[in-house]
């Protein structure tokens, strides 16, 4: 196996775990995590409300980085990735929550940047 290919199944084995690890967590409702929807607007019991679903969504995109890694699941990655680690200094945390994070959005990125940027809406999807 060449060694791009090598690097390309490390990060989506990254990026699956990542993601079915807060999956996991998010369908539980872990309850340390009620606070960044609160610290944004949006009362405990939307929370709870959208948590499962939240899960739901990340345990599919981590299925889907392993099978196969999709262009424009890897930007929602990046994208939602991100946002998760920005609510935490936003919402109170110290910014170092965020610095910790940095792989989880990362990781993402960089398979994206392996996989090329799409450049046109078709790409999106191959």
Same mark, same amino acid.
């Given at each position: 196996?060449?060694?791009?290919?090598?690097?390309?199944?490390?990060?989506?084995?990254?990026? =699956?775990?990542? =993601? %079915?690890?807060?999956?996991?967590? *998010?369908?539980?409702?872990?309850?340390?995590?009620?606070?960044?929807?609160?610290?944004?607007?949006?009362?405990?019991?939307?929370?709870?409300?959208? %948590?499962?679903?939240?899960?739901?969504?990340?345990? %599919?995109?981590?299925?889907?980085? %392993?099978?196969?890694?999709?262009?424009?699941?890897?930007?929602?990655?990046?994208?939602?990735?991100?946002?998760?680690?920005?609510?935490?200094?936003?919402?109170?945390?110290?910014?170092?929550?965020?610095?910790?994070?940095? *792989?989880?959005?990362? *990781?993402?990125?960089?398979?994206?940047?392996?996989?090329?940027?799409?450049?046109?809406?078709?790409?999106?999807?191959?």
């Amino acid at each position: 196996m060449e060694k791009q290919k090598k690097v390309e199944w490390i990060l989506r084995i990254a990026i =699956f775990g990542t =993601f %079915l690890g807060h999956g996991i967590f *998010a369908i539980m409702i872990k309850q340390s995590w009620i606070p960044y929807f609160t610290s944004i607007g949006f009362s405990e019991s939307t929370a709870i409300f959208l %948590l499962p679903i939240i899960g739901m969504i990340d345990v %599919l995109v981590a299925i889907s980085v %392993l099978v196969k890694p999709i262009r424009a699941v890897l930007i929602y990655a990046t994208i939602w990735a991100f946002a998760t680690a920005l609510i935490r200094p936003i919402s109170g945390d110290p910014i170092w929550d965020f610095v910790e994070r940095s *792989a989880n959005w990362g *990781a993402p990125l960089a398979l994206l940047f392996l996989k090329n940027i799409p450049k046109n809406f078709k790409e999106f999807f191959n």
